[in-house]
Structure formats: C-alpha cells, structure tokens
C-alpha cells in the first residue's frame, strides 16, 4: 500500500499520564483482610504452581478419604443386616467411631501443619517481604493474626472435614437416617470443639517454630522432628517403669498422643475411663503449650524488627 | 489524627535521637522536609537509614519526636500515606510484577476492585507493563528496582522514601532511575525523600537537601543555594602551566592546582586584571576559565 492510499486518521492516542487515586481507601481492614485471604490461598496453593498444590491435598485428601472409609466400613455393615447404631447388638467388631477418626487423622494434620506452617511465614522473612508489610497500614499484630487465623481455619477444615464425611456418610449408609441423626447430633459439637482446640494448638505451635527460620523446609523437619522425639521420649521413659500417674504425665509430653488420644477423650467424655490424671492437668499442659508458643512467636517478631 | 495542611511539614524530627546500645545513631536531629525532591544526605552510618526508620514506624527514637503529616509515626494512618523502596532485596522472586504489586495495593487498603488497575497503571509508568506477568525473579537488576520503586507508588502515597534507589545500577540504568524520580515528583505530584551517599545523585535531582553526619544535621538548606556560583574562578591551559603559575606568583596572586585546573579565590576587579597579563605574559593558552560553582562535596570538606 501506498502513503497515497493510507486511510485518514480519524482519532488520536492521549497519554493521559499519571492519574492520582481519589477512591475509597479501606485502612486495616482491607489490609487484614487481604492478608489473611492471601495466605489461605498461599497454603493451599491456590494460583501457584503444581508442586505448590500437591504437597498440602497429597496430606490433606487422606485424611477426607479416612472419613469415608470409616462411612464405608458403617455402611457395610448395615448392608449385611447389623444396626451400627446398636453396638451392644450382635455387631461381630467394635465399629471405629468419631473417636478413631480423631485418633487416625490427627497424625496427619500435624504433616499437614508442619508443611503449611512454614509456608505462610518462612518466605516474608526469606525474601524480606515483611519490611514492605510494615510501612504499609498494617500492625505486627494484624500480620501475625491474619497469619495465625489463616492456618487456623485451614487445620480446621482439615479437622472436621473428615469427621463430616463421616457423619454424613453414614447417614446415607443406615437404614434408618433420622434415628441415626438423633443418636449422633451430639458428636456434632464434640468434633467441632476437638477439632478447634487441636487447631489452635497446632497452629500456634507450628508458627512458634516457623518463625526461628527463614528457610521452610528447615522449619518443616523441625516441626516433624519436634513432633517425633517428643512421642518418642516418653517410650523410653517408661523401661524405668515409672508409676502410673507419672507415665501419664510423661505421656503428655508426646504431641501425638496428647492431639489424638488425649485431648479428644475430654470432648468424647472416654477421659476418665482411660486416664487417671486429674483432667485439669491435660488442659493446663494444653494451655501452656498454646500460650507459650504464642508468647514466643511475638517475642521473636518484636526482636526482628 | 491532625489535619495536614501547606504549612504542615511533611516529615518532622524534634531533637531526634537513637541509641543502639553505645551507639548513637542520630544526636538530637531536628529537620523538616516539604514538598518537592529531598535528598537525605551523608556518608555510611550517618543516620540516614535510622531516621528513614523512625518515620516509617520501623523502631522507635530514644527521645525527640518524629511527625508524618503531623500524625505521629506509629499510626497506621501515617503509614498509610507514605510509600517506602528499601534499599535491599525485598521482592518475592515466584510471584509476576502484577499479581505482587495488587497485593500490596490492598494491603495499602484499596480495594480489591481497583488494585489490579492501579498495578498495571503503576508498572506502565515505570516502564514494566509488558513485562508485568513475568515473575520477579527473572528480572535484571535495574527492573527489580523499578519494581520496588512501582511498589512504593501503587497506592498513590503522599510522600515516598528511597534508599539508595541507584544502588547497582550502571550508569544508564543511574540515569534512567533518576529520570524517573525526578518524573514522580515533577509529573505526578508524589513528594520524594532520596536517601543516598551519592552526592552526584542529589545534584543532578533534589531540590533541598538534609545533611547528615555523625547522626547530627550538619545543613539543611536548597541545592540551588548551595550550588551557587563562587569568587573562586578556575583556568586550565593547554600549554605553559608553570609559567602562568610563576607569572601569577609574581604578580602576588594566590592560587592553588587542583587537578588540571589552578583555582584562584577571592577574585575582584584588581586580581581578575592580574590573571589575565599572567595569561598574556606566559603565553599559556586557555582551555577553559570561569567562576568555579560550590558542590555539595563541599560540605564535606567545612567544618
């Protein structure tokens, strides 16, 4: 084509430069809300790549598929003539309740935890993220709290979901729904306080050890090796053959036993047929633990800055 | 909260000062900084950083106060009117210039509605738009630094701090981020602090200038000023420097060689008289000759 048969302008491009924001401006709120959205996100690998969202459902879909099984197994057992809601009836197996479940998932949640933990927090302080935090309107506080409630509601999910998928799987499973609903509505609240004193526990642990170092896997195999040794000592405490309510209290020691055993035979009310420990002690030792890590996540973020 | 106001100082320090352990970072510093381009200026551990620290409610002052608009430092809303480019590594090498920039739009506290459109304005200006979807960690060093500069910017702050925002860049590159900074407070109407130890930096930038040493303010004034022309003049010739220089000598003219140039102070109708037959005299020809400007290197070299 020719300069001769070039079509005549019939517009112009402006630049119309920098234009100063003159909207709505949401302070704290915004900024805590972003940040405890942006890191639910972030710990389950939402709008990241595929590795990033492998890790947390590789950990996470067992736990859902043991709720199922549990379904599974009640269901079965319908099918071929049982009322599972009848234990003391003729049942040839003790069929695992809510309890078991708790006792099977917890274990998992906790990989599921020291795999996330770290990722919300690790990074911030690895690619130094977290000064650009802290010149914008947004406190410690805010952070750490956006941060803490975003692995909350994820271990809680991961608490309760699986028991969930329980409930309502065997709802489907008996044949007669509305009565298994009436005898069961009370494990309702039993799982949902099990699974929200576990994830505060488990939160405020994970990040008390996330925020000693910047690299996430260190943090991880801490987490891991926290957990382990700490299960494993009171094993070996007991060849001295303590006494009974000495093994018990050394028992408290292991995290596993303390987040699966423990803690929900209070909420399953199995306590004091399983242990002769005054109740008061596992909590306070609950307590402490919380609140300890919590003391310590604050202490080590008011010292870095 | 107070209400800001043109005679509301933009940055306020009151006998400011800070204490690391027996160190003292900053000694009773009182300075204000207004609108316009304001370089922080001193040499490494003046306080340059501390005090940026201070305003931006990193840590607090041992004593004295520091006011952001008249809000006292620590109030989020202070905060919020401020952008902030450290000088280290601060960017998250997985996420795109896009999607990180939008982030922290809303964590500035716009809503999530208008930060996508604020980022992607944000980087056009400073010349990443196509790149924006590209993760940061891929980037070259001089597009790292546009991008902590676009994050500084995207919530459309008041006043912007920088802390040796050419640092590692080349000379082009030097230039390009100083363009720019000038462009931000020219153009877009966002106040600039520019700390920095890079003297060339201020000159070639800053409107008014805080000096810095030794945690004291040692001149707060305006570049221009500063920068004035002096009664030094310099002349530097092509050929016969030793005779010029003996021919000044005796004509009982002070100079002194500085480089390839010979300055001669305290010039008046008499003495310019004097160099120009010392000139004539040893046939020395002129390569350059003028009234020597100050610089702000200067400073340095008083007190």
Redo the contacts between chains.
């Keep these: 084509m020719t300069s001769d048969q070039q079509p005549e302008r019939t517009g112009t491009v402006f630049d119309i430069g920098y234009q100063s924001y003159a909207g709505e401006r949401e302070g704290r709120s915004r900024a805590w809300k972003t940040m405890l959205w942006d890191s639910v996100k972030n710990g389950m690998g939402i709008g990241r790549g595929g590795w990033a969202k492998f890790l947390p459902w590789l950990v996470l879909s067992p736990t859902i598929a043991t709720g199922l099984v549990f379904a599974a197994i009640g269901a079965f057992f319908e099918q071929i003539g049982f009322d599972v809601d009848e234990t003391e009836n003729g049942l040839p197996v003790d069929l695992p309740g809510h309890l078991e479940l708790t006792a099977v998932i917890s274990f998992m949640i906790l990989i599921f935890a020291a795999f996330v933990g770290p990722e919300l927090v690790c990074p911030d302080r690895r690619n130094r993220v977290i000064h650009l935090y802290f010149v914008r309107p947004i406190t410690l506080f805010d952070y750490l709290g956006a941060r803490w409630c975003a692995l909350f509601i994820l271990l809680l999910l991961a608490s309760i979901l699986p028991h969930i998928t329980y409930w309502i799987g065997l709802l489907f499973g008996v044949a007669d729904s509305l009565g298994h609903a009436q005898d069961n509505w009370l494990n309702i609240p039993r799982f949902i306080g099990n699974g929200i004193v576990f994830a505060i526990f488990t939160t405020s642990f994970t990040i008390a050890i996330s925020s000693m170092t910047d690299r996430r896997m260190i943090a991880t195999l801490i987490i891991i090796g926290v957990i382990m040794i700490a299960s494993i000592a009171p094993g070996i405490i007991s060849i001295f053959n303590p006494s009974d309510t000495v093994a018990e209290l050394i028992n408290l020691v292991g995290l596993i036993d303390l987040s699966s055993n423990v803690v929900p035979s209070i909420f399953f009310d199995t306590y004091a047929e399983a242990y002769d420990l005054n109740i008061a002690v596992p909590i306070a030792w609950m307590i402490l633990l919380t609140g300890g890590s919590i003391a310590a996540t604050w202490r080590f973020y008011q010292a870095q800055r | 909260m107070a209400v800001s106001n043109s005679s509301t100082p933009l940055l306020e320090a009151r006998d400011l000062t800070k204490l690391y352990g027996n160190v003292q970072a900053l000694d009773a510093a009182s300075f204000t900084v207004g609108p316009g381009i304001t370089g922080l200026l001193g040499p490494n551990g003046a306080g340059k950083s501390t005090a940026i620290r201070i305003f931006?409610?990193?840590?607090s002052a041992t004593s004295g106060s520091a006011l952001v608009m008249g809000d006292d430092t620590r109030d989020?809303?202070a905060?919020?009117r401020?952008g902030?480019m450290?000088e280290?590594?601060?960017?998250?090498?997985?996420q795109s210039a896009a999607?990180f920039l939008t982030?922290?739009a809303?964590?500035?506290?716009?809503?999530?509605s208008?930060s996508r459109a604020?980022a992607a304005?944000t980087l056009r200006?400073v010349g990443l738009f196509e790149e924006r979807y590209r993760p940061i960690g891929g980037y070259s060093t001089g597009m790292k630094q546009r991008v902590k500069l676009a994050?500084a910017l995207v919530?459309?702050p008041v006043l912007i701090l920088l802390d040796e925002p050419t640092a590692g860049l080349d000379p082009t590159g030097r230039t390009e981020m100083l363009n720019l900074i000038r462009r931000i407070a020219r153009?877009?109407?966002i106040s600039v602090v520019l700390s920095t130890h890079l003297m060339q930096d201020v000159e070639r930038t800053c409107d008014n200038i805080v000096l810095l040493d030794l945690g004291r303010v040692k001149e707060a004034s305006d570049v221009a000023s500063l920068t004035e022309e002096t009664e030094i003049i310099y002349v530097e010739v092509a050929n016969n420097r030793d005779q010029f220089t003996t021919e000044l000598t005796t004509r009982n003219v002070e100079h002194t060689s500085e480089g390839v140039s010979i300055s001669i102070p305290d010039v008046d109708g008499a003495k310019f008289d004097a160099v120009r037959d010392a000139l004539v005299a040893s046939e020395a020809r002129i390569v350059r000759m003028g009234p020597r400007q100050r610089a702000l290197i200067d400073l340095f070299r008083t007190n």
């Design positions: 931006l409610g990193l840590t989020p809303y905060r919020s401020l902030y450290p280290h590594d601060c960017l998250p090498p997985n999607n982030h922290m809303e964590v500035s506290g716009i809503p999530p208008r604020l304005d200006h994050q919530h459309d153009e877009f109407g």
